[in-house]
């Protein structure tokens, strides 16, 4: 249950739509049912009173529309951003992505969002509706006709399970009250596959990677993926590839997408979210987020804007790669 | 260095997390020790002793109880090797040794005297009543 | 019939300014090594882009090696300690994912150091053999 | 119609599988079902549908369609496919054994892609009616009924019992080979299986949606709506939808270099990314507003107007539940047909 | 598609020995794009390259293999061949069959083997060159010095005494920097001022030279050979071609209670001052800080006596741009404060200082007129000790100390204490030491002078406390050697403090994207080699401001980085590398990943209008290379992660191109 309410967001988005200071907001829509929430662009506000929302599915990480909205609309665009959103907006920024005057942030709290595939799994499939009240959900099936009660924290996406942090790194208003950086458990997934065989992390790979069918929405939803032109759409980059022919193909797909993230990945986890053939694709972007840490001391992308990333940095006695595997670990 | 006395300088080692050989013999450890005077062996010593594996001296040496633990060589030791944690490892391998504890905290109150000073009680406790 | 002795087949970038006249000392100086080793040069070891080194194993290759200058000499400076995060890092995601370790590999060596060159090759070969053909990043089309 | 008991199912399998590869949904280890091929020990997965269509097995994701070897100077050119086996797949659902006929409509016609063409001749296809239909189902909007699908094939399935029923000379010969499996049977527990569906069909949230507003001849009143602006304006250009729908159908021919020759191949494409067909003066959908609007109108008005009306959607719901935005098929249907009709 | 040549080279029998080179020839005549294969005993010889020539121009060759020795040998040789024969001399690439082939490997198949194999990634190559032509820049003959210490003096002088105009650019206002500030040097003892003051002359009457004091850099843009530069002349309220220097207004100036910088505070000045007496130029400056006048707008009375009529009390900051070929920079050191060290009591007695302020209490023109007297009370102090390694070598607290050797106090203390014994033989002096480094000419011979001849007592060990009591300062200490800890009660106490590159080095490197280590040294552009070059192409490095250093080594610095500069000046065009980087603009996302890691900050950002693919108009911010700049060094190809910036000679394409031909 989010602590902020549909009507405060529609309040503050209409006084500033009213007083000129934004021109357009950029939020959530309601959809079909009450979990299929679509990102969306408002302007006016019986727009809004129509047709926003906000609860437990609104998911969507919003920073990255920033890119081409703020190209495409005149004035300044209200943005709700959670905390964890907040981080990739900065690292946009640092990366000169968009002009930072043309947003107009307005941080809001975040209690975890809900992940549908769980809530399917303790509930059952054929939802009808699911409604917050209290810390749990209500939720309804075709199939019973006694509504099931979830807590809504036994169905939080991995992400917020693991959350990184509830502090907002930017905002020009905060809605509610401003958390903290938490300590998460977020890479105990990680040191699983870390602690495992070299032969069980490539069957574990092996199998997860062959699932991919190369939609790329990981890529396309993915905030630090803003390429013009990416190079896998790209015949000259010498990668370009629709569709994995083959395991190395799916390999290396998700080998450099997450080398071109490393250390501007911020975490957001809106890859595994979209995957929809369930890839845990975050954890190669964390694997790398942990070598970093590991490696050259603590970095957060998008913490703080102009911070210089892992990887256009370096200092003299870093390690070397072969000192990275006497650490520990098994090889073959 | 024997193997006997490998052993216990890695044990001292792992215990004080001192890296003696990151010291640049300068000295200063020493040129500050209030108790300079007192000790057989001094700060900078204990260091160099420990690292060429020559502890026997030190765990028998009364040196050890003369220590403040006021850690000023710790404060000024240019180079970071903290020899104030080197004579309390080596305090504390004598006390464990020995099995027992040199000095209850009730037996504090009687040897103290007007010019004890007070940090002088403090580390004792801390020496004594581990 | 007769087995066929397996031959890796190694990849070795090498930068013009240090490795790669570390390389031509080798040479001069007639320290063999195995001709499985192939060498491309490269500006600086900060040019070979991790697409580089994947490409060379969907190609056939059983082990990518990448020699530079030695850290603080770079011709450039800084290029090598580019490299050594770069590769740091995926060599590590390439173990991650269950790539065996031994068929990557970043060593420094000097335009002196032709001796160097080639024991590193000579060391790098007997591992990439013993670890026999590269199963785990080949792509089949790419087999004769 | 002929039944068996559900425990017998195993050898069921096996005897389909004794001389055809049986392909069924599986419970993979995210719990999602994907089509795997039958062996000893698997267990044919309960979940309404797969996340992938079963279109791939006709229409893979990617196929060799050629090959060039180079050997110097001289050019080699080699037909990559093998000799065909002849292959079941169990488990489709009445939607997906529309899109075949969706997909027929594309490939069968002149000129006849062959290699869809072989697949279409050795595959079976043994269609299960739905039991549980979820909220994003909307099959009933294209006229398809879950409790009658097609295939060579049909089965219901009870809690005790499975009852098959062949619709073509291909399902019959396969009937055939588990006549000593199976036994003739009434069709009573099926009409009374079918009673439930229904029952279940009508209280679907999506169970009044109408196609209605579409179809032929409505390129003009469409084409410029207002809408697609808003409904197109979060898309992120992925190819999700398309890529688990199973009528789409668009794909691209490219070569790889081997090095050692060319292998050129084919490969699913989405009209929703920014590079689909591709030209030398750039792409003719220059926004992603043209390249959304192209896919839902060429599954509401341009397919059905080059053949005879059908839809080529089949209301399976993969894109409701897939989207990573949430964005689909129902929300334009009711968005653009609503409004027009005002 | 190109027409190859393939020119196998047998060495004699260096290479034919191990390699077929008739199969090698054979073996790449069916490779794409080969049109000609040939082998040759000798193709680097005349008739070897007149081979090549012949060939290029009967088969209208448009590109060149030549598998022979290292590129590192022979690839400019062949290159030349090519563009004589009319072919751009990039369309060459070496297949390198002798270094990396038949010397290293021993049976003919697989040195033949490999050698096809690496002609045909050569082969592969060259099929994606394409002609490179390098670009051309001119030069402004015309440097700029940064800092006008020794360092810089030196410099500008040697580079106008081979003709070309040199500016210096001063932040005090006057030259001279710390030497003018020292009182005798070492080895030879002989006095700062008359060694330098000379030289600062030679700098004022150069015709060739201009003097910006009182002056900062404030903006420096444009590359090697085309730096524009912004000069930020600081009003100093007095018109410094009109004033004489004749002092008239510092005499008369009422305001005299101003702590004197070049005397490290130990006296006061007027709020108009000049420097000191051989201050170049010598011309009056108003402290602003200062000035009753310019603060409440009362006073003027320098205005009133100065004969010239040089006061302007209206006088703003000005602005100068001007275009410079080379840059040199020479800002300088300072000590590092000693605030932090507690332990010393710097803070706590006026009577322990630092030994810059020792040089300033001997000088002559000094607070004391030259005399050794305790700053507390003015009395002669009998025992003085000197601390050496205050806050040099020290790895423990980054706030307080540095972590390098500061090269130049154990050579200072030793003189301090030698001239200490010299005058005032009734004083004992003790130096504390870590150890004494004495690497130079005549260095060590006078360090044991110290010692044996003037009876310093040098002692092994580091001052632990300074503790001041009554008129004593209570030196506790330990001597390593004799294992026994002193308690020295001393008059004086000199602490040998670190030296740290002024603070206006960090901003300047921001100006020039002039690399600097993490102390703020300025990084040289090769270590060894290249010693008084920066990374940045056209900026070089002058005195301690890359690294500590001493006065003789400073000189020969500033000299060695002169004829750099000169030797930059002396043409008329720069010719690049065209093996530089370059920015597709259409994939460019701006994101400055490769302006982070490029050394010479040859890439800088454009906002500029593009025709989107949705053909609406859209201003991106787009990387662009100045290709004077770039080394082609590559690290900005593998920073981009659209694959936008690429680098011309050793493209992705082309790498990938031999990694294919290598591997199939």
């Known amino acids: 249950m989010q602590k902020i309410t549909r009507d405060q967001l529609i309040e503050k988005a209409a006084s500033l739509l009213g007083n000129g200071t934004v021109s357009c907001v950029l939020g959530w829509e309601k959809g079909e049912f009450d979990y299929d929430v679509t990102p969306a662009l408002f302007e006016t506000e019986s727009e809004l009173r129509e047709k926003f929302v906000f609860g437990d599915f609104c998911g969507a990480n919003l920073s990255k529309y920033l890119v081409s909205k703020t190209r495409k609309c005149e004035g300044r665009i209200l943005v709700f951003l959670k905390p964890c959103d907040t981080y990739s907006f900065n690292q946009l920024l640092t990366e000169h992505r968009f002009d930072r005057e043309k947003a107009y942030v307005v941080g809001i709290p975040c209690e975890g969002m809900a992940d549908i595939e769980r809530v399917k799994e303790l509930c059952g499939d054929g939802i009808s509706s699911v409604t917050a009240d209290g810390d749990e959900l209500v939720v309804t099936t075709l199939y019973d006709d006694e509504p099931v009660r979830v807590k809504a924290e036994s169905v939080l996406a991995e992400r917020c399970v693991n959350c990184k942090s509830k502090k907002h790194v930017a905002y020009d208003e905060l809605i509610g009250e401003d958390g903290e950086v938490l300590s998460s458990a977020r890479f105990d997934e990680v040191a699983r596959l870390e602690a495992m065989t070299p032969d069980e992390r490539f069957a574990f790979w092996q199998n997860e990677l062959s699932k991919c069918i190369r939609c790329n929405a990981c890529r396309n939803v993915c905030p630090a993926c803003t390429c013009e032109r990416c190079v896998f759409d790209n015949p000259s980059s010498g990668v370009e590839n629709k569709a994995a022919a083959n395991s190395f193909e799916e390999k290396m797909f998700h080998i450099i997408r997450a080398f071109h993230v490393a250390g501007r990945c911020t975490d957001c986890g809106e890859c595994s979210r979209v995957c929809p053939q369930n890839i845990p694709l975050h954890l190669l972007n964390r694997k790398f987020i942990k070598d970093i840490d590991d490696f050259y001391g603590e970095y957060q992308a998008g913490a703080e804007v102009g911070s210089r990333a892992p990887l256009v940095n370096y200092t003299f006695d870093d390690l070397e790669p072969g000192e990275v595997f006497e650490r520990g670990g098994q090889d073959a | 260095m024997n193997n006997k006395e490998k052993l216990l300088k890695e044990e001292i080692l792992r215990m004080s997390g001192v890296n003696p050989v990151k010291c640049m013999r300068c000295g200063k450890c020493s040129g500050t020790c209030p108790a300079y005077d007192e000790m057989e062996y001094h700060p900078h010593q204990f260091v160099s002793m420990v690292e060429s594996g020559d502890i026997e001296p030190l765990l028998e040496s009364k040196s050890l109880y003369r220590c403040l633990t006021c850690f000023a060589c710790v404060d000024r030791c240019p180079r970071n090797v903290e020899p104030a944690k080197l004579v309390e490892a080596v305090r504390l391998l004598a006390v464990r040794k020995q099995g027992a504890n040199h000095l209850k905290p009730e037996d504090v109150a009687a040897v103290l005297d007007d010019d004890t000073p007070q940090q002088l009680l403090v580390s004792a406790f801390r020496k004594y009543a581990k | 019939m007769q087995v066929k002795e397996y031959k890796p087949l190694i990849v070795a970038f090498c930068c013009n300014w240090c490795s790669y006249a570390g390389a031509d000392l080798a040479g001069n100086n007639r320290l063999s090594y195995p001709a499985d080793v192939k060498i491309i040069r490269v500006p600086c070891s900060c040019r070979v882009n991790p697409m580089f080194v994947l490409r060379a194993f969907q190609r056939g290759a059983d082990g990518v090696i990448i020699c530079g200058c030695h850290p603080g000499d770079c011709h450039y400076t800084s290029g090598n300690y580019y490299t050594r995060r770069r590769m740091a890092l995926l060599f590590s995601m390439l173990d991650y994912l269950g790539i065996e370790r031994d068929r990557t590999r970043l060593e420094w060596v000097s335009a002196a150091e032709g001796a160097k060159f080639a024991a590193t090759m000579n060391d790098f070969v007997e591992k990439v053999t013993a670890l026999g053909e590269n199963k785990r990043l080949e792509d089949l089309r790419c087999k004769k | ?342 | 598609m190109q027409r190859i040549g393939v020119f196998v080279c047998w060495c004699g029998s260096n290479i034919a020995a191990t390699v077929d080179v008739k199969a090698v020839a054979e073996a790449l005549k069916s490779e794409p794009g080969v049109v000609y294969s040939a082998d040759y005993q000798y193709m680097c010889s005349q008739a070897g390259q007149d081979l090549i020539k012949e060939a290029v121009k009967e088969h209208n060759l448009t590109g060149i293999v030549v598998c022979s020795c290292s590129p590192r040998m022979h690839e400019a040789t062949f290159r030349k061949t090519a563009a004589a024969a009319g072919l751009n001399p990039y369309m060459v690439e070496i297949a390198n069959i002798r270094e990396q082939c038949s010397w290293v490997h021993k049976d003919i198949p697989s040195g033949t083997e490999k050698a096809i194999i690496l002609g045909k990634a050569a082969v592969a190559k060259v099929n994606l060159n394409t002609p490179l032509t390098p670009g051309e820049s001119p030069v402004t003959k015309r440097a700029l010095v940064i800092g006008g210490g020794i360092a810089g003096i030196q410099t500008a002088l040697d580079i106008a005494d081979a003709g070309f105009p040199v500016d210096i650019v001063e932040k005090n206002p006057t030259i001279g920097g710390k030497m003018a500030q020292l009182d005798k040097t070492f080895p030879t003892l002989d006095c700062a001022a008359c060694i330098l003051t000379p030289k600062m002359v030679d700098v004022a009457q150069n015709d060739k030279i201009r003097i910006f004091s009182y002056s900062e850099v404030s903006e420096i843009k444009g590359f090697v050979g085309n730096f524009d530069v912004t000069i930020r002349k600081k009003a100093r309220y007095v018109k410094e071609d009109v004033c004489t220097g004749c002092g008239l207004c510092v005499e008369k100036c009422p305001q005299k209670k101003i702590p004197n910088e070049f005397n490290l505070g130990m006296d006061n000045r007027s709020a108009i001052y000049i420097p000191f007496a051989q201050a170049v130029p010598k011309v009056a400056t108003i402290d602003a800080e200062a000035c009753t006048m310019l603060k409440k707008g009362k006073c003027g009375l320098c205005s009133k006596v100065c004969t010239a009529g040089a006061i302007d009390y209206k006088q703003q900051d000005e602005l100068i741009s001007e275009k410079y070929g080379a840059i040199v920079v020479a800002t300088g050191f300072n000590p590092i404060s000693m605030e932090k060290f507690d332990e010393y009591a710097y803070s706590q007695s006026k009577d322990v200082i630092t030994s810059l302020e020792f040089e300033r209490l001997t000088n002559a023109a000094g607070p004391t007129a030259g005399k050794l007297l305790r700053p507390s009370d003015l009395k002669h102090p009998h025992t003085i000790v000197f601390v050496q390694c205050v806050g040099s070598r020290c790895a423990s607290c980054a706030e307080k100390g540095k972590e390098y050797c500061s090269k130049i106090c154990c050579m200072y203390t030793a003189k301090h204490a030698m001239l200490t014994r010299d005058k005032y033989p009734d004083t004992d002096v003790y130096v504390f030491y870590i150890d004494v480094r004495t690497p130079g000419k005549n260095f060590d011979e006078f360090y044991r002078r110290a010692v044996e001849e003037y009876g310093v007592h040098y002692i092994k060990g580091m001052v632990g406390k300074v503790t001041p009591e009554g008129d004593k300062l209570k030196v506790r200490a330990s001597d390593l050697l004799n294992n026994k800890q002193l308690n020295i009660d001393a008059d004086l106490v000199v602490l040998a403090a670190a030296i740290e590159p002024d603070k206006s080095a960090r901003p300047l490197a921001t100006m020039l994207t002039a690399s600097m280590d993490t102390n703020d040294f300025f990084t040289e552009a090769h270590p060894k080699l290249r010693p008084v070059e920066s990374p940045t192409a056209g900026v070089f490095l002058s005195g301690a401001c890359q690294g500590p250093k001493d006065i003789p080594e400073t000189v020969s610095q500033a000299g060695a980085a002169a004829s750099k500069v000169i030797g930059l000046l002396a043409k008329d065009k720069l010719t690049g590398n065209p093996c530089v980087a370059s920015s597709d603009e259409l994939m460019c996302n701006g994101c400055s990943s490769c302006e982070r890691v490029c050394p010479y900050g040859a890439i800088s950002y454009i906002d500029k209008e593009f025709r989107m693919p949705d053909r609406t108009v859209a201003i991106r911010r787009v990387a662009s290379v100045n290709p004077a700049v770039c080394q082609g060094c590559g690290a900005c190809t593998v920073a981009c992660p659209s694959g936008a910036m690429d680098l011309r000679g050793f493209a992705s394409g082309q790498i990938m191109a031999e990694v294919d031909a290598i591997c199939k």
Not at chain 4, 7 to 20: H, K, L, P, Q, T
Not at chain 4, 91 to 96: T, Y
Not at chain 4, 288 to 306: A, D, N, S, T
Not at chain 4, 324 to 333: E, G, L, Y
Request: aromatic fraction near 10%; hydrophobic fraction near 35%; glycine fraction near 6%.
């Open chain 4, 1 to 342: 119609m002929r039944k068996c008991s559900l425990e017998s199912i195993d050898r069921v399998f096996a005897a389909i599988n004794a001389d055809a590869s049986l392909y069924l949904p599986v419970d993979g280890d995210d719990g999602k079902a994907v089509y795997t091929k039958w062996e000893d020990g698997v267990k044919w997965s309960g979940a309404l549908n797969t996340v992938r269509s079963p279109k791939s097995f006709f229409f893979p994701q990617m196929e060799d369609l050629v090959q060039f070897r180079t050997e110097g100077k001289t050019i080699e050119v080699i037909d990559p496919r093998k000799e065909s086996e002849d292959f079941v797949v169990f488990g489709v659902r009445a939607c997906d054994a529309k899109s075949f006929e969706v997909l027929d409509r594309v490939f069968l016609v002149d000129p006849v892609d062959s290699y869809y063409a072989s697949r279409r001749e050795h595959g079976v296809i043994v269609t299960v009616a739905c039991t549980r239909p979820v909220e994003t189902c909307f099959c009933k909007t294209f006229g398809i009924d879950p409790a009658e699908p097609a295939g060579d094939v049909s089965v219901w399935k009870t809690d005790s019992e499975l009852f098959w029923q062949s619709n073509t000379e291909k399902g019959e010969k396969l009937l055939e080979k588990l006549a000593d499996l199976t036994e003739e049977c009434t069709d009573e527990a099926v009409a009374a299986q079918k009673e439930k569906i229904n029952s279940v069909m009508s209280r679907l949230p999506l169970a009044d949606l109408k196609a209605d507003a579409f179809g032929a001849g409505k390129t003009m009143k469409f084409f410029d709506a207002p809408e697609w602006d808003e409904l197109s304006e979060s898309c992120i250009a992925c190819g999700t939808c398309t890529y688990v729908c199973p009528t789409c159908q668009c794909y691209d021919i490219k070569d790889f270099n081997t090095g050692n020759g060319v292998i050129r191949f084919r490969c699913w494409d989405s009209c929703m990314y920014s590079e689909f067909t591709k030209m030398s003066a750039g792409q003719p959908r220059l926004t992603q507003k043209e390249r959304f609007r192209q896919r839902f109108m060429h599954k509401l008005v341009y397919y059905p107007e080059k053949n005879g009306g059908l839809f080529s959607c089949v209301g399976c719901g993969r894109c409701l539940s897939r989207c990573p935005i949430s964005m689909n098929i129902v929300k334009v249907m009711k968005t653009i047909g609503g409004k027009a009709d005002e």
